[in-house]
Antibody
């Protein structure tokens, strides 16, 4: 059973950098795309971007200039950086696996990382 | 593509049958996905391809629709079904994923 375990910075200030990591257990990064998403009170569920095991990335057009996604196949881990932060980036962040089933659903999710940004 | 879910909230009782709707701003074939989100938990995949049940999801859940109108039906509601439900679509060019705003199912 694939499990995603994520961790990273929680309380941050505006203009700082968010860094999150997601470890994939019980499966390999290979053959899949891996996404990051977030949920905030104001915007609901929002897709941030995705990365393949080989490092090919697709970003939400609204975040392209601030978002970085990375993969470390030796550690079976994904990572996210988002900078500079604003209060609007306050949210619960998730990593998730993208299935190849119809609609490309997210079939496995991390437990979520709560991020709060203040001035 | 925008996804609009209705109603935004719904109250029902254990044993009831409920139906939620997700409308797409343009035709998307059958590439619609449904998730369940319980408080404090990550979203859980229920249905993909508009009507295919994900492994392990109880058969009281069903999905239907194509084009622009999709429905999620739950037969014989169980206590654990009271949650928020989201629909989702992936556009290919450029790749982008869109979610509906969610329907919250509360206990009556």
């Amino acid at each position: 059973q694939v499990q995603l375990h994520q961790w990273g910075s929680g309380l941050l200030k505006t203009s700082e950098t968010l860094s999150l990591t997601c470890a994939v257990r019980g499966g390999s990064l290979s053959g899949y795309y891996w996404s990051w998403l977030r949920k905030s009170p104001g915007k609901g569920l929002e897709w941030l971007g995705e990365i393949s095991h080989s490092g090919v990335t697709n970003y939400n057009p609204s975040l392209t200039s601030r978002l970085g996604l990375f993969v470390d196949t030796s550690k079976n881990q994904l990572s996210l950086t988002l900078t500079p932060l604003t209060a609007a980036d306050t949210a619960l962040y998730y990593c998730a696996r993208v299935s190849y089933n119809n609609g490309r659903p997210f079939d496995f999710w991390g437990q979520g990382s709560l991020v709060s940004v203040s001035s | 593509i925008q996804l609009t879910q209705s109603p935004s909230s719904l109250a029902a009782s254990v044993g009831d049958r409920v139906t939620f709707t997700c409308r797409a701003s343009q035709a998307i074939g059958n590439t619609l996905v449904w998730y369940q989100e319980r408080p404090g938990k990550a979203p859980k995949l229920l249905i993909y391809g508009a009507s295919t049940l994900q492994d392990g999801v109880p058969s009281r859940f069903s999905g239907s629709g194509s084009g622009t109108v999709f429905t999620l039906t739950i037969n014989s509601l169980q206590p654990e079904d009271f949650a928020t439900y989201y629909c989702q679509h992936r556009s290919n060019y450029p790749p982008n994923y869109t979610f509906g705003q969610g329907t919250t199912l509360d206990i009556k």
